[in-house]
């Protein structure tokens, strides 16, 4: 049922962002472009590990934009954020030293707050509502916080749902949250650790394997497709089947570098960039089931908890609806909007489920 309802959302939301783009008036303003065949070199930072699912997703993504532009935009891409760490990687796109980034929402915490909605504990249950609810906020003017920072969006990249990776020992009930040490990387995520009574951590995507091999944290919150690439099955020995929230991958432009392109290369370019968008919405429907099949198979044992015991824990963290809306209302923008507006797709997504 899942399945069937993720494809069928998929669809529906390829449909709304091509409605949305506007492509028809882009179009017209392409076909009065010149002969201009200046060649447009550009880098491309993916944060995904070389020979992972997702890097060769971005290596395939690549070669499509080379082949619709006939050459005339050629990317080079660098996996596994080794241009730099995180935040430098933000800051240089934004400032144009890098052309083009794939980046996780948590790998540089703050600096996108409003898309911190699809990762707060429990309010989204599945890739496509999440996916759905960041293109229904772009176009509707409440995600500024990219085109305001100098970012033109491609396309954003959900992931599969977040759970917990443990070593050594199980969570079996809210009490054995106190004292461990858990990995996070969203605001939300690190407030609902602390609520349960757990130490939260932040650490990079890159050096979470090694600080759970050596004892630094007890468990770590990640996607299993990210837990698979990043051989998180090899420290850990247990895997929590209890989705808690989606995590958010953005791929980006810098807006001067897109400004620079003629119209019909960037008409070319977001054409592309839609079809890998709905390409990448299938290869998330299968992430979860195959990445937890593939480290079950590893050793790490899947398990899951009480019906009783997963009420415990979403009632002790509901309240972090309400501090999202204070946090991002804080920093200008509106929250009890923002958070309306999600509310409204996912009744529509859930509705397709009963």
């Given at each position: 049922m899942k399945k069937g309802f993720l494809k069928i959302a998929a669809a529906i939301l390829l449909a709304m962002v091509l409605a949305s783009c506007g492509g028809s008036e882009k179009a017209e303003t392409a076909a009065d472009s010149t002969d201009d065949q200046t060649v447009y070199e550009w880098r491309l930072s993916d944060t995904n590990p070389e020979g992972t699912p997702l890097a060769k997703f971005f290596d395939q993504f690549v070669k499509d934009v080379e082949a619709a532009t006939n050459g005339r935009v050629k990317i080079t891409c660098y996996h596994g954020n080794s241009l730099g760490s995180p935040m430098d990687l933000v800051g240089m796109t934004k400032d144009g030293g890098l052309e083009v980034l794939n980046m996780g929402i948590g790998q540089a915490m703050g600096e996108f707050p409003v898309s911190d909605i699809v990762q707060v504990p429990f309010f989204v249950s599945n890739p496509t509502t999440a996916a759905e609810i960041m293109w229904r906020l772009y176009y509707e003017g409440l995600l500024p916080e990219y085109e305001g920072e100098g970012l033109k969006v491609l396309f954003f990249m959900p992931t599969d749902m977040q759970m917990i990776a443990l070593v050594d020992k199980k969570i079996e009930s809210i009490g054995d949250f106190k004292g461990m040490?858990?990995?996070?990387?969203?605001?939300?995520?690190?407030?609902?650790?602390?609520?349960?009574?757990?130490?939260?951590v932040s650490i990079t995507t890159t050096e979470v394997y090694m600080s759970l091999e050596r004892g630094v944290i007890d468990a770590a919150i990640s996607s299993p497709g990210a837990m698979r690439a990043f051989k998180f099955y090899e420290a850990c020995d247990y895997l929590l089947n209890f989705p808690i929230c989606t995590g958010l991958n953005?791929?980006?432009?810098?807006?001067?570098?897109?400004?620079?392109?003629?119209?019909?290369?960037?008409?070319?370019?977001?054409?592309?960039?839609?079809?890998?968008?709905?390409?990448?919405?299938?290869?998330?429907?299968?992430?979860?089931?195959?990445?937890?099949?593939?480290?079950?198979?590893?050793?790490?044992?899947?398990?899951?908890?009480?019906?009783?015991?997963?009420?415990?824990i979403k009632s002790a963290t509901a309240y972090l609806v309400d501090d999202y809306i204070k946090t991002v209302t804080d920093l200008g923008f509106d929250g009890k909007k923002i958070v309306e507006t999600a509310n409204e797709v996912v009744a529509r997504c859930e509705a397709h489920l009963r």
């Open positions: 040490k858990i990995r996070a990387n969203s605001g939300s995520v690190i407030s609902a650790i602390e609520a349960l009574g757990a130490s939260p953005y791929t980006v432009v810098n807006m001067e570098t897109w400004n620079s392109l003629p119209a019909d290369l960037q008409v070319i370019l977001e054409d592309v960039s839609r079809k890998a968008y709905y390409q990448y919405m299938y290869v998330v429907d299968w992430e979860e089931r195959s990445a937890t099949d593939s480290m079950a198979k590893a050793g790490m044992k899947p398990y899951e908890i009480s019906p009783a015991v997963q009420a415990q």
